[in-house]
């Protein structure tokens, strides 16, 4: 039976992914700062698919985070043949207005939690020559975006840093997927405190169900990168890139300006 290690696995995608990955019969480590939510969720899952669940309670915030965890499944004795980097999270506003801190810890869990995690676990699994990484990003990674600064640039990131990988160990047996959903059914909008009326103008494309089973789905093909949502998802995919830069980012700063400005 395979083990999958999921961080951000409280809520939303990651939830969800824990979710299907146990009525797939996989054993799971789920991973976020939430103890009571982790320890619920994990006493359903082990009751209802009967499978192995751990429970490793940790702010990746926190400098050294992701060696923590590491070690922690090295003393479980566990091996994680399927690595998904969920954890992540946005904040809308200004970049020169918002809270300077809260935009380091964007970048420490989007971009170096991730990082750190893929670098512990990789080299084991190319030893192994099996093994698979899911990297969530985002539609927002594929264009700057005004307001959603550091969101969107470390969503770029996770992009160019998983195709990347997805080219350098597959020879070695190992899959790697970056993941861009669009809008999705969680509570993304609030935690990234989006003004109410602009977050209800967003349209809502795909719930944390469509976006983890398509993601197995590419999984198991081999593919590098999926877009999940409807056709203007992956439209927005592909035109930003051939969209006069000056054009594209007058039009999105006037799209996710707060009515308040």
Not at 84 to 96: K, Q, R, S, T
Not at 221 to 236: A, N, Q, W, Y
Request: hydrophobic content about 45%; some cysteine; proline content about 3%.
């Amino acid at each position: 039976m395979s083990t999958a290690l999921i961080t951000g696995a409280s809520s939303g995608i990651g939830k969800e992914f824990a979710q299907e990955l146990a009525a797939l019969n996989t054993n799971l480590v789920l991973v976020a700062r939430s103890e009571e939510k982790l320890n619920q969720l994990a006493s359903q899952l082990q009751t209802q698919y009967k499978i192995q669940v751990d429970v490793i309670v940790k702010d990746l915030t926190e400098t050294g985070a992701a060696g923590a965890v590491f070690d922690a499944v090295k003393e479980k004795g566990l091996t994680i043949d399927l690595l998904i980097n969920n954890a992540g999270f946005g904040d809308y506003g200004d970049f020169a207005e918002t809270d300077g801190e809260r935009q380091i810890k964007i970048v420490q869990l989007n971009i170096l939690a991730l990082v750190d995690f893929t670098h512990k676990f990789l080299p084991l699994m190319r030893q192994r020559r099996s093994g698979s990484i899911i990297n969530l990003s985002s539609l927002t990674g594929f264009q700057p975006m005004p307001y959603l600064s550091v969101y969107a640039a470390s969503k770029a990131f996770i992009i160019s840093f998983s195709q990347a990988l997805w080219a350098e160990n597959r020879h070695y047996g190992v899959r790697v997927l970056v993941v861009c959903p669009g809008p999705v059914e969680t509570n993304f909008f609030v935690e990234a405190k989006f003004p109410p009326a602009l977050a209800s103008s967003t349209n809502t494309i795909s719930t944390s169900e469509e976006v983890v089973r398509a993601s197995l789905k590419a999984l198991e093909r081999g593919e590098p990168i999926i877009v999940v949502g409807g056709l203007s998802t992956k439209f927005i995919s592909r035109v930003s890139a051939l969209v006069p830069r000056t054009i594209l980012l007058n039009m999105l700063e006037k799209q996710f300006r707060s009515k308040k400005s």
